[in-house]
């Protein structure tokens, strides 16, 4: 039975999920492949393909070679090696980005990463990522003398043709990964030995004691007791919290005493009121000011954008937002509603959008949006492209409202799942509109498939539909915006 790297990975965050992978794969309830995880694999490899580039005269080995055939390879008179392959006698795999034959017979691993950082928070622990393929390689006979790491550099600016040595940093972390190995070694063992078991306890898992987004896939599977209104839908409720509260009994929000001597938040408080009364607590006096202040007329404003590990135009650098979509609702005093949209047609930066934005909406009024810092950083991005439209995107910063700031204070209902996200606010507060309907649901499949239909050449879908279906969703985005804003007025 083999372990991977991934496999080691998903160890560390939950033992229980990884053995019923390896046991009883038929009944593994595998996670949706999301469209982001899609474009983070081909990122992954894009920014591989760059590392390679550093190293010239590299040998490329086929994606099937076995360990056998890499350590043949390796007797040859090359120095640099792609993706070699190793396993040990106790089943860890492991396939080297980069494998470099130093002159005293030692090795130097390089792992490559798509991000601009290393990495060691609990879900992405480069350093741990490293000292696996360390661990494999030694245990299959190669005294490994360095360890570096490849990531893209945050700094970097397109401009023409990508060099990789521009575009890459190289950072030596033998020292780093000394002082975690032996840890890391002891994990790998543990992990083997586990996963080797022919029964465990399936009836929970180590997640139990997680919040909701370090969760496994298996999650429901181990523990079937833990319904809806769970604890774990508390807004923002720490490990801590958790732990605390499943001691003394309490797995569901009504199960939940606020008067112990866990210390809530005002809003975890409201929600869980919300829940025992399962009535919502709606704050009417504030959200009518807040109403009452907003200067007509009300821009309801929302943009879809393009992250690229590997810039894809002039001026941007890795992983920057390119905004090629926006939708605006406007609504004025006499109730009329006018609607602006702009979708790109091609992967480039020009001003077209801002110049049509700039003439629908003019310098007055309020713009509205849902979660705001967003549209404000893209605004900030916007003006170093665009200098000459500075005036007319402060105008849009200084005049914005975030209309997800009434829920976070204001308008709490236990069947927003402790979110305020407009995806879960949306269904519950206007219920006629639906995101279900659309072929393009989320910000995620909008911004996959634009960047299919404009970097594509092979791209097979109808373009008119596809442009069509890019128009709805974000449409939706300012329509529910302006739906839910048409329902706070009527309570008030």
């Known amino acids: 039975m083999q372990l991977t790297k991934t496999n080691y990975i998903q160890y560390l965050q939950c033992p229980e999920s990884l053995w019923l992978l390896k046991n009883k794969p038929e009944i593994y309830p595998n996670g949706e492949f999301s469209l982001f995880l899609e474009k983070l694999i081909k990122e992954g490899y894009e920014v591989e393909e760059y590392a390679k580039m550093l190293f010239p005269n590299g040998v490329d080995l086929p994606d099937n070679c076995d360990s056998t055939f890499t350590k043949e390879r390796l007797k040859d008179d090359s120095v640099f090696y792609f993706q070699p392959s190793f396993i040990t006698e106790d089943g860890a795999f492991a396939r080297i980005d980069i494998l470099e034959k130093i002159k005293d017979n030692s090795f130097h691993i390089y792992e490559v990463k798509s991000s601009t950082s290393i990495k060691t928070d609990k879900k992405h622990n480069h350093l741990k990522d490293i ?19 490849i990531y893209l550099d945050k700094n970097f600016v397109k401009k023409g043709n990508i060099k990789p040595e521009n575009l890459l940093l190289i950072e030596d972390v033998t020292e780093k990964i000394n002082d975690l190995y032996n840890i890391v070694k002891i994990e790998i063992n ?21 919040t909701r987004s370090n969760h496994c896939d298996s999650f429901s599977y181990f523990n079937p007791n833990i319904l809806e209104n769970s604890i774990y839908m508390i807004n923002r409720i720490s490990k801590k919290k958790i732990n605390h509260l499943l001691k003394n009994n309490q797995s569901k929000i009504t199960e939940v005493d606020a008067n112990s001597d866990v210390n809530f938040s005002d809003f975890q408080l409201n929600q869980i009121l919300s829940a025992k009364t ?21 821009h309801f404003i929302d943009y879809e954008t393009y992250p690229s590990a590997v810039p894809k135009i002039d001026d941007l650098g890795p992983h920057k937002q390119h905004v090629f979509q926006v939708s605006i609702h406007s609504l004025f005093k006499n109730d009329k509603l006018t609607h602006f949209e702009y979708l790109a047609d091609k992967m480039e930066l020009n001003n077209k959008m801002l110049s049509n934005m700039k003439s629908f909406t003019g310098l007055e009024g309020t713009f509205i949006s849902w979660h705001a810092s967003f549209e404000k950083s893209r605004n900030k991005d916007l003006i170093n492209w665009f200098p000459e439209f500075k005036n007319y995107l402060e105008f849009i910063n200084l005049k914005m409202f975030d209309l997800e700031d009434i829920f976070k204070k204001y308008y709490i209902d236990y069947r927003f799942n402790g979110s305020t996200s407009i995806k879960n606010i949306l269904p519950i507060i206007c219920p006629n509109l639906s995101y279900s309907n659309l072929d393009i649901s989320n910000g995620t499949m909008a911004l996959d498939t634009w960047g299919r239909l404009v970097l594509d050449k092979n791209f097979k879908e109808d373009v008119n539909l596809t442009r069509k279906n890019l128009l709805s969703y974000c449409e939706l985005d300012t329509k529910a915006m302006v739906e839910i804003y048409f329902k706070l007025k009527k309570m008030v």
């Open 131 to 149: 000292s696996f393929q360390k661990y494999v390689c030694e245990n299959s006979g190669l005294n490994i003398s360095k360890l570096s790491i």
């Open 190 to 210: 543990n992990a083997i030995n586990f996963i080797k078991k022919k029964s465990i306890n399936e009836n929970v898992c180590s997640c139990k004691f997680n």
């Open 278 to 298: 399962t009535k919502p607590l709606i704050d009417l006096e504030n959200i009518k000011k807040i109403l009452e202040n907003l200067e007509f007329p009300l």
